[in-house]
């Protein structure tokens, strides 16, 4: 008897019909018609929603494939209810079921579209294929020729703004956050710049819409955004990648209350344009030298990395600082950082005393990590899905306790394992004599990454071999080094 693995995805056209319950209990039935064994730790669910466009941002077939790849093979074949659950872009589709059936022996099948297995049958998957890739692009078209039409009526097409709320699809004014925005109009046409006022905001409790911290980039939006003086935008071709004046946009009057009045919004474009225009003017080259630092320092106070204040800068300065979101200033010369940066990583191997991590052991835990997170959140989902049948009279009482009996089983293991991950991650410590060799293997390049001739380039190459991070502690001049093995 072989061993079966199920993909279950639901897109948002296909919500009703084909729903992640009644995919699984049809691939369960399939499997035991063909004497499949499929295990509960087989089976994985997508979140509802997700697109099978690109197999890169769908995290349970990901880790489906990573699975796949197990030595000894975890499983002979994956079931799907239809070949476009499992993909609807053909180069994906070839991609992976062409390593998942020559490189490891597991082929994937269709619960609704048996295609047999003669030579007939790959001319049929193409064919299958190619209808269910045309379906999905002509779906988008027809969604983003809907959308146009509803701009061009100065309909919202997006998530509310902050300032906004939607109500059957209009935007409301939130009084509240309204009289934020004017605030920041306000102080940005009297002198304010983005940075001064996102600090302002993050000082006294203000969120955006998702709960984050205000940026400088999040008040530069603000500023370009018309919905404030009551109109819509909207770019069919895609996002406006911060360029506010897209010739692609459609402008139009909206159906929605202004926030700010007009003369406001044209004295914040006209200081807009004045102080862009004098930084186009007068920056340096764009491309610049190349950093030798590049994503090595990070901020002892928030973690985030220290880059160069503009790519011709020899000075640098913590990224979330720059953005507003960070309180205190690392701001330093790069080369003296670079200098620190030496000596610290010399006194480490010098001395023996340096922190050592595998950097394989170190992206496979967070995967597990991530992966059982992402696990334990499906269940905790399936529980609430089971108590809510129950609530609207579709399952019985028993029904209801025996399905809440089975996955809340599911979910303590579940949550005993994530707990032996994180218990485990640091069992795999390098050995002395690893921590010897590789001492001394670095502190033999330390010449090479000293001496003026080597380019920026080889330099962060290099670093990046050995050093996964450095914390620098401004106040002590002091860098903190974490190495990779």
């Known amino acids: 008897m072989k061993v079966a693995a199920c993909y279950i995805r639901v897109s948002t056209d296909d919500q009703l019909e084909y729903s992640p319950d009644s995919q699984l209990e049809k691939i369960r039935e399939y499997a035991a018609r063909n004497d499949y064994v499929l295990l509960d730790d087989n089976i994985f669910i997508e979140d509802e929603g997700v697109s099978g466009r690109k197999a890169s941002k769908r995290h349970e077939f990901q880790r489906m494939i990573n699975m796949a790849k197990s030595k000894p093979k975890p499983f002979d074949v994956i079931i799907v209810w239809k070949f476009s659950r499992f993909a609807r872009n053909r180069e994906d589709s070839i991609v992976y079921k062409s390593m998942l059936r020559k490189q490891l022996g597991i082929e994937v099948v269709s619960v609704s ?19 269910d890739e045309y379906y999905s692009i002509n779906l988008g078209e027809e969604v983003k020729r809907g959308m146009t039409e509803r701009a061009k009526r100065g309909e919202w097409n997006s998530i509310a703004p902050f ?36 600090v302002w905001l993050n000082s006294v409790g203000v969120k955006s819409n998702r709960g984050g911290l205000i940026e400088n980039r999040t008040i530069d939006y603000w500023i370009n955004n018309p919905c404030y003086i009551g109109y819509t935008r909207w770019t069919p071709t895609g996002r406006t990648r911060r360029n506010f004046n897209n010739p692609d946009s459609l402008v139009v009057k909206g159906q929605h209350e202004p926030i700010i009045s007009p003369e406001l919004w044209e004295k914040a474009q006209k200081r807009c344009h004045e102080i862009k225009s004098k930084y186009v003017k007068n920056r340096q080259d764009a491309n610049g030298s190349a950093f030798s630092l590049s994503g090595i320092i990070r901020c002892d106070n928030c973690g985030a990395t220290l880059t160069r204040t503009n790519k011709a800068t020899i ?12 309180t205190v200033s690392h701001f330093a010369k790069v080369n003296e950082i670079e200098l620190l940066l030496y000596s610290t990583i010399k006194s480490d191997l010098e001395s023996g005393k340096f922190k050592l991590e595998r950097a394989q052991t170190a992206n496979e835990s967070k995967s597990n990590k991530t992966t059982l997170a992402s696990q334990i959140e499906r269940i905790e989902g399936k529980l609430e899905r089971i108590r809510q049948a129950y609530e609207n009279g579709i399952d019985t009482i028993e029904e209801y ?77 002091k860098l903190s080094v974490i190495y990779l093995l």
Do not use: H
């Open 315 to 326: 000075y640098m300065q913590c990224s979330n600082y720059n953005r507003g979101t960070c």
């Open 401 to 477: 306790k025996a399905n809440k009996q089975r996955v809340t089983a599911e979910l303590d293991e579940l949550k005993k394992r994530a707990a032996e991950v994180g218990e485990n991650q640091n069992t795999n410590e390098p050995t002395p004599s690893e921590r010897s060799i590789f001492a001394k293997k670095y502190l033999d390049v330390l010449d090479y990454l000293i001496d003026p001739a080597t380019s920026n380039e080889d330099k962060n190459r290099l670093l990046k071999e050995f050093v996964k991070s450095a914390t620098y502690n401004k106040a002590e001049k």
């Open 113 to 131: 579209e048996n295609i047999g297995d003669d030579k007939m049958s790959v001319i049929t998957e193409a064919i299958i294929e190619a209808m």
């Open 163 to 198: 300032g906004y709320k939607l109500v059957d699809g209009k935007l409301e004014i939130v009084p509240e956050q309204a009289e934020i925005i004017k605030d920041v109009f306000t102080k940005y046409v009297n002198g304010w710049g983005q940075k001064r006022i996102a």
